[in-house]
């Protein structure tokens, strides 16, 4: 008896050395598959042999495809040697999606191992390749796919009717759920959870505004509290994280699951804007469990502000920060530098204000400084073009393209901002990026011990450690592709 070619392969490319989250992407697409009747295989390289794992699983089943997603940065050259292993030793199409894959779908089938790319949410489209596959029909009418033919790139527009209405149900079982819980995050074991997809915000450096045209889109309270209480039936957590971009833009739905939390006894943390949170919902957030808040300040500049359209002020920015501290809310606070148009004086406005807010609330949690880049998939992107910036042209080259480095032609000092974001990252996070090993945390005291002295007098010259360290990150970086 012949056995139905209904299998589907989707490979979790290696990320770095850090925090592993629930791979929330495969989980969704799980979710579809299995409801039309497929069979969907799930390989995390970030915590299993790949090789080995596709080996077994090819000599058991008939595999329609194997799909795989990277993001901007050095999981491309990851998720290259993945699909380069597939077309080596298997007969199947390899798939692409993702965000940097919607943006560049042409420059992304030019590389030798990949066959299709499937463009912007993937759920559905995914759904109508495998039928089409496993019917041995032809892709060429398939909506919201680029694939090859005759050694030309062909790319069918997208298939409106596919927009996403819903947040899709995640597959929970396709995963080891223990091997994602992060240690004394917000509580002693922490479960990260999606709610929504997208934003309703206009930042000129994100992907949401272009890759999801300004919608939100969320689970209702009761959907999300169903959820929980079903991962709660089964694994040993005590808190959450809501990884959602923009948790609170439902005034509504926010309460009700804060309300609910509180009765489970469950603590947790969440994602907003700072326009998103005023004293009463500050207040409320407070008595009712939430541990943390993370929002972007972005800047210190009211003038960098409004050229990247983030809807805020610095006064602003102050405010949440006084509101999170009064009522008990844990802050994690992010910045970005290098735009464009930010002079030295803008800078500086921004490391004044981080070290304002500092005082206002020493218990504030700062992200390094990230040097803004111009990611594919935001409008930032190709206003950056305006500016000299000329994007790499090679997929594989894009994975030298990420926060750490400079890659905007108009910082003319490179070292000074990449110096800027390594301070801060050590300074600010020293006793985050403690292990147990005596030898490592010798090297992160001393190295904060400088990197404090630069923050406190704006040395920036001179980055001799930082030279040395960018060399250990950018070997790391390769090892793992």
């Given at each position: 008896m012949k056995?139905r070619?209904?299998?589907?392969?989707?490979?979790?490319?290696k990320?770095?050395?850090?925090l592993?989250?629930p791979?929330?992407?495969?989980?969704?697409l799980?979710t579809?598959?299995?409801?039309?009747g497929?069979?969907?295989?799930?390989?995390?390289?970030?915590?299993e042999?790949?090789?080995k794992r596709?080996?077994?699983?090819?000599?058991?089943?008939?595999v329609?495809?194997v799909?795989?997603?990277?993001?901007?940065?050095?999981?491309?050259?990851?998720?290259?040697?993945?699909?380069k292993f597939?077309k080596?030793?298997?007969?199947v199409?390899?798939?692409?999606?993702?965000?940097?894959?919607?943006?560049?779908?042409e420059?992304?089938l030019?590389?030798n191992?990949?066959d299709i790319i499937l463009?912007?949410?993937?759920?559905?489209?995914a759904?109508?390749l495998a039928?089409?596959?496993e019917?041995?029909?032809?892709?060429?009418?398939?909506?919201g796919?680029?694939?090859k033919?005759?050694?030309?790139?062909?790319?069918?527009?997208?298939?409106?009717?596919t927009?996403?209405?819903?947040?899709p149900?995640?597959a929970?079982?396709l995963i080891?759920?223990?091997k994602y819980?992060e240690l004394n995050?917000?509580?002693k074991r922490t479960?990260?959870?999606?709610?929504?997809?997208g934003?309703p915000?206009d930042?000129?450096f994100?992907?949401?505004?272009?890759?999801h045209k300004h919608?939100?889109i969320?689970?209702t309270?009761?959907e999300?509290?169903e959820?929980?209480?079903?991962?709660?039936s089964?694994?040993?957590?005590?808190?959450?994280?809501?990884?959602d971009?923009?948790?609170?833009?439902?005034?509504?739905?926010t309460r009700?699951i804060?309300t609910?939390m509180k009765?489970?006894?469950l603590?947790?943390?969440l994602?907003l804007?700072?326009s998103r949170?005023?004293?009463d919902l500050?207040k409320?957030?407070?008595?009712?469990?939430?541990?943390r808040?993370?929002f972007?300040?972005?800047?210190g500049?009211?003038?960098?502000?409004k050229?990247i359209?983030k809807?805020?002020?610095?006064?602003?920015i102050?405010?949440t920060v006084k509101l999170?501290k009064k009522?008990?809310?844990?802050a994690c606070?992010?910045f970005v530098m290098?735009?464009?148009?930010?002079?030295?004086k803008?800078?500086?406005m921004?490391l004044?204000?981080i070290?304002?807010?500092?005082?206002?609330?020493?218990?504030?949690t700062v992200?390094?400084?990230?040097i803004?880049?111009?990611y594919?998939g935001?409008?930032y992107f190709?206003?950056?073009q305006?500016y000299g910036?000329?994007p790499?042209?090679k997929l594989e080259d894009?994975?030298?393209?990420?926060?750490?480095n400079?890659?905007?032609?108009w910082?003319?000092?490179k070292w000074?901002?990449e110096?800027?974001s390594f301070a801060?990252?050590?300074y600010f996070?020293r006793?985050?990026l403690?292990?147990?090993?005596f030898?490592?945390n010798l090297?992160?005291?001393?190295l904060?011990?400088?990197e404090?002295f630069?923050?406190?007098h704006?040395?920036?010259?001179f980055?001799?450690?930082?030279?040395l360290m960018k060399?250990?990150?950018d070997r790391i970086?390769?090892s793992l592709?």
């Amino acid at each position: 008896m012949k056995l139905r070619r209904n299998t589907v392969v989707f490979i979790y490319p290696k990320t770095g050395p850090n925090l592993i989250k629930p791979p929330f992407g495969a989980m969704a697409l799980a979710t579809r598959f299995k409801e039309e009747g497929f069979d969907f295989e799930f390989v995390d390289s970030r915590l299993e042999n790949y090789q080995k794992r596709l080996e077994d699983i090819f000599r058991k089943k008939q595999v329609l495809f194997v799909g795989t997603s990277a993001m901007t940065g050095p999981q491309i050259l990851h998720a290259l040697q993945i699909s380069k292993f597939v077309k080596d030793n298997f007969k199947v199409p390899v798939i692409w999606g993702g965000i940097h894959a919607s943006s560049f779908p042409e420059q992304t089938l030019k590389n030798n191992s990949i066959d299709i790319i499937l463009i912007g949410d993937a759920e559905i489209t995914a759904i109508n390749l495998a039928k089409a596959m496993e019917s041995n029909k032809s892709v060429e009418k398939l909506k919201g796919v680029a694939y090859k033919k005759e050694q030309k790139i062909l790319i069918n527009p997208p298939d409106i009717t596919t927009k996403l209405k819903k947040v899709p149900k995640y597959a929970w079982d396709l995963i080891d759920v223990n091997k994602y819980i992060e240690l004394n995050l917000i509580g002693k074991r922490t479960i990260s959870m999606f709610t929504s997809r997208g934003c309703p915000m206009d930042c000129s450096f994100c992907y949401a505004p272009l890759f999801h045209k300004h919608r939100w889109i969320g689970q209702t309270a009761e959907e999300v509290m169903e959820e929980i209480d079903y991962l709660k039936s089964k694994y040993d957590f005590d808190s959450v994280f809501f990884n959602d971009d923009n948790f609170c833009v439902d005034p509504k739905r926010t309460r009700k699951i804060a309300t609910e939390m509180k009765k489970r006894g469950l603590t947790y943390g969440l994602s907003l804007t700072v326009s998103r949170l005023n004293e009463d919902l500050a207040k409320f957030l407070g008595e009712n469990n939430c541990k943390r808040i993370d929002f972007g300040g972005e800047s210190g500049s009211p003038k960098v502000l409004k050229a990247i359209n983030k809807d805020q002020t610095p006064e602003q920015i102050i405010n949440t920060v006084k509101l999170t501290k009064k009522y008990g809310l844990n802050a994690c606070i992010s910045f970005v530098m290098g735009h464009p148009e930010e002079t030295n004086k803008d800078l500086n406005m921004t490391l004044d204000l981080i070290d304002k807010l500092l005082k206002i609330n020493p218990h504030l949690t700062v992200n390094s400084l990230k040097i803004l880049t111009p990611y594919p998939g935001s409008r930032y992107f190709f206003e950056a073009q305006k500016y000299g910036f000329k994007p790499p042209t090679k997929l594989e080259d894009w994975a030298e393209f990420y926060w750490e480095n400079v890659t905007t032609p108009w910082i003319k000092n490179k070292w000074k901002y990449e110096t800027i974001s390594f301070a801060s990252l050590i300074y600010f996070f020293r006793y985050r990026l403690k292990q147990k090993n005596f030898f490592f945390n010798l090297a992160i005291d001393i190295l904060a011990g400088i990197e404090g002295f630069r923050w406190k007098h704006r040395f920036w010259k001179f980055p001799i450690e930082i030279v040395l360290m960018k060399k250990i990150v950018d070997r790391i970086n390769h090892s793992l592709a």
